[in-house]
């Protein structure tokens, strides 16, 4: 089970921290990601950390921007979401999978697992 939260509404320029908390999951196998789906829009990859953590990759319109992380002791991904703007709207949605390669971890359709999603929304 994945619990997505910290989502809210904040000004452009702004930051918010974004976490996942996994749970009943040995969490250090897993590769993670953080995609977003703004209304109207399909949804799109946002960032990824492999099941190491010691590589990770980022959608181009967030890159300097966000930052993902994981801690395997708490069992939780984080992306941390600096100077945002308002077209960072978006509903914003974790997903993890064990047997998720690298090469596949901005594909949203090879992750099995997925939290419930969680608002932001930039204000300008």
């Known amino acids: 089970q994945l619990q997505a939260s910290g989502g809210g509404l904040v000004q452009a320029g702004g930051s918010l921290r974004l976490s996942c908390a996994v749970s009943g999951r040995t969490f250090n196998n897993y590769g993670a990601g953080w995609f977003r789906q703004a209304a109207g829009k399909e949804r799109e990859f946002v960032a990824a950390?492999?099941?190491?953590?010691?590589?990770?990759l980022y959608a181009d319109s967030v890159k300097g921007r966000f930052t993902i992380s994981r801690s395997n002791d708490k069992a939780t991904v984080y992306l941390q979401m600096n100077s945002l703007k308002p077209e960072d709207t978006a509903i914003y949605y974790c997903?993890?999978?064990?047997?998720?390669?690298?090469?596949?971890?901005?594909?949203?359709?090879?992750?099995?697992?997925w939290g419930q999603g969680t608002e932001v929304t930039v204000s300008s």
């Open positions: 997903a993890a999978d064990p047997r998720i390669i690298y090469s596949s971890l901005t594909n949203h359709r090879q992750y099995d697992y």
């Open positions: 950390i492999h099941r190491s953590g010691g590589s990770t």
